[in-house]
């Protein structure tokens, strides 16, 4: 019997953390209205939790029957523990303090209060606690990962806008002036591609033989604009399209002169209409002349016999008189430039149609010498050989010949239509260009700015998060150890009750 007794007293007693309230009370260790007669409690404590930090910082709020104890045998260490002749407190916080710990005590008080405790922190604010610190490790560790994608960002917008003005040869520093500054580059350009232009003889004349050979046809010319700059150069549309120098005159004499008319009447009142001083007109270098206009007839013959209108009606038939008319134009004269003159006094390779054409035939003899590349790179001359009259030009031509007059076409080719070139000749040709373009770059520097904003984000918030987790984990410490310590006392005081049967606290509470 008493070793079956033995045996029971050695079995725990396991109870839940979160019903540990619910456990107390359904076995009368507390009173069920426990919480409703702590009211004095809670006032006492209320008025002694202010002052406890003055004699006991280290306690920490709230304040539990264990926390009580503590500050109770702290005061009567202290001088604030005298007592008088009876066994009183002569201190007043010393007093209040003892009656504090004396209501945790009655009715089993204390251990409520301190399940009640546990259950709130492992329940609630333990936590709440670990979720504030893990939000706050988390974004830490993506703000930290944001600022450096940013600054990566920053670079690559750098590098990229150095390479865009590297590719429209600008410094960057100050983009719209540099643009327009860009513009003066274009003639020596032009010079330097004509120059290049020059060099392709032997291309041009070997394309021509080709043609010639394969259509039968002797007269045949191809690419001919590139065959005129290379003999002459890069001179004007005009003399392209005339084949004559243009005298430095021309600009001068190609305006019309239009002498003001002068309007006067017939005997019949109709409007006559002479010019000032002859009746002739002087267009550009040529004297055109024009007979003296001729009166005109008023009378004309509708068809029509009679009309009866009802009454007489004064048409004014007789003599039309139009008076005098002031246009406000007294001794004007008119200069009219013929059509297109400023684009033939262009040169060609500023001439946008012009240009273009020189781009396609550039584009034609690449296109024929990269088709005889890959012919003779399969077949060998002795077919050509075969054909009858075949020119000793091709015959005589090897594929190392054609690459290098390849190679000397895409000279040219490459620098009329390289990016560097297309913005030049953009910028030459539009002032909003120049607009769009320096947004365009300075879209690169906004976007590093932004990026540098982004950046100065990420630190706050890094220090905000910082900030939290120097604030809450001192907190879930606090509440790790606090809760340890009740579930221990719980533990060691229920343990009593059952005549030293041990007893354990289970759930959440041991994960902690």
Known sequence: MAESLNKELLIPIDIKDVKLVDWLVDRSIVNRLWN???AELRDLLKQEECPLVDIAGEIVSP??????????????????????LIG????EYTAKWARIVKLFQKDNTFLADSAKHIIQNVKYDIPLFKKQIARATQIKQDSIKKQADCSNNINKYQIKYREKCADIGIVGDHVRSELKNLVGEIPGRMSKIAADIGKLHSALSYYQVFARFLIKKADLEVCPLLFFVLQ??????SQWETGTVPSQE???????????????????????VSNEASDSMDVSSDNVTTEPAAELDCDIDFGIDTIDFGADIDFGDDIIDCGEIDFGCDDTEINVLEAGEDQKNELLLDNTSTR????????ELSAFLSSRQEELSRHSESILSEIPDCPPEIQTTQLENVEKMASVVEIPLNKLTNEKMRHL????????YIDRLTDSMHSQLRLCDKMEDSIEEMKQR?????????????KLQRAIDTTKSLKSCVETELSKKYKGRPVRIMGDINTL
Not at 63 to 84: D, M, R, T, W
Not at 253 to 268: A, C, Q, R
Not at 462 to 474: G, H, K, L
């Open 88 to 91: 009183q407190y002569t201190h």
């Open 250 to 272: 021309s600009d001068s004499d190609s305006s019309v002169e239009i002498i003001e008319p002068i309007e006067t009447h017939d005997k019949n009142g109709c409007i006559v």
């Open 232 to 237: 002459h150069g890069n001179v004007t549309v």
């Open 36 to 38: 409703e007669e702590c």
């Open 462 to 474: 890094i220090r905000d998060a910082e900030r939290t987790y120097e604030e809450v984990e001192p």
């Open 63 to 84: 304040i539990h029957y264990h926390n009580s104890v503590k500050i109770l045998q702290a005061l009567e260490e202290s001088p604030f523990g005298s007592k008088n």
């Open 425 to 432: 000749l953009l910028l030459k040709s539009s002032e909003k």
């Open 356 to 363: 273009n054409k020189i781009i396609d035939e550039l584009y």
